[in-house]
């Protein structure tokens, strides 16, 4: 069974990038998740995934949010826990990159 929870420390990587190296998306509503166990494709373990939100989860969370700009980023929680601290900021730093909208 999968399982959620929040990942603080991801999301205190993810801020700091932001400004710097995705400024694009300083605007956007970026939530961050560990997920258990490490989801599979292809047979491979995949540590993160970057995905945009449809209108739905929009308005689940927030009406006034801009379903445009709404994206979750969600990261293996076991594989996190073996990553040295640049490995972990690489991985947060290659997720934001998959993130892109078109500013209103």
């Given at each position: 069974?999968?399982?959620?929870?929040?990942?603080?420390?991801?999301?205190?990587?993810?801020?700091?990038?932001?400004?710097?190296?995705?400024?694009?998306?300083?605007?956007?509503?970026?939530?961050?998740?560990?997920?258990?166990?490490?989801?599979?494709?292809?047979?491979h373990?995949?540590?993160?995934?970057?995905?945009?939100?449809?209108?739905?989860?929009v308005?689940?969370?927030?009406?006034?949010?801009?379903?445009?700009?709404?994206?979750?980023?969600?990261i293996?929680?076991?594989?996190?826990?073996?990553?040295?601290?640049?490995?972990?900021?690489?991985?947060?730093?290659?997720?934001?990159?998959?993130?892109?909208?078109?500013?209103?």
């Open positions: 069974m999968t399982s959620y929870s929040k990942a603080p420390e991801v999301e205190a990587i993810a801020k700091d990038l932001i400004p710097e190296h995705h400024p694009h998306l300083t605007e956007a509503t970026v939530e961050y998740a560990f997920v258990k166990p490490t989801p599979k494709h292809g047979g373990d995949v540590w993160g995934r970057a995905r945009k939100k449809g209108p739905l989860d308005f689940l969370r927030d009406e006034d949010a801009d379903e445009d700009a709404f994206f979750v980023i969600e293996a929680k076991d594989g996190w826990t073996g990553l040295t601290p640049e490995q972990k900021t690489a991985l947060v730093d290659h997720e934001l990159s998959h993130l892109w909208f078109e500013e209103g």
